[in-house]
């Protein structure tokens, strides 16, 4: 199994980027939820957004609600992370996760935090200015 971001970049603030996340060796599912993480230097990983049931369940940290929003694309097996209004304080390495829903279906707080993944990218820069 393999992540890869892309899309990282540096934007002034008030602008836009859009994350991907692409897939090998599993396919986003009904039974994955994925999810954004990021961090910041000296800053634990914190979780951005997760998306899951097919793309019917999505959630987001109150820092982005409202600026940011996750999607995916099945055919593409590629996972989104749109983000609008950017800040400074919205600069972090942003990774990509992914873990199994699992049945029964584990509940959705077993994702907000980075121990519910099973599989990570290895992270794409964001530089807000």
């Known amino acids: 199994v393999q992540l890869v971001e892309s899309g990282g970049g540096s934007v002034q603030t008030g602008g836009s980027l859009r994350l991907s996340c692409t897939a090998s060796g599993y396919r986003h599912s009904s039974g994955v939820c994925a999810g954004w993480f990021r961090q910041a230097p000296g800053k634990g990983r914190e979780r951005v957004a997760s998306i899951r049931d097919g793309g019917t369940t999505t959630n987001y940290a109150s820092s982005v609600r409202g600026r940011f929003t996750i999607s995916r694309d099945s055919a593409k097996n590629t996972v989104y992370l749109q983000m609008n209004s950017l800040k400074p304080e919205d600069t972090a390495t942003y990774y990509c996760?992914?873990?199994?829903?699992?049945?029964?279906?584990?509940?959705?707080?077993?994702?907000?935090?980075?121990?519910?993944?099973?599989?990570w990218g290895r992270g794409t820069q964001v530089t807000v200015s």
């Open positions: 996760a992914a873990g199994w829903v699992g049945y029964p279906a584990r509940p959705v707080t077993d994702f907000l935090d980075s121990s519910g993944y099973q599989y």
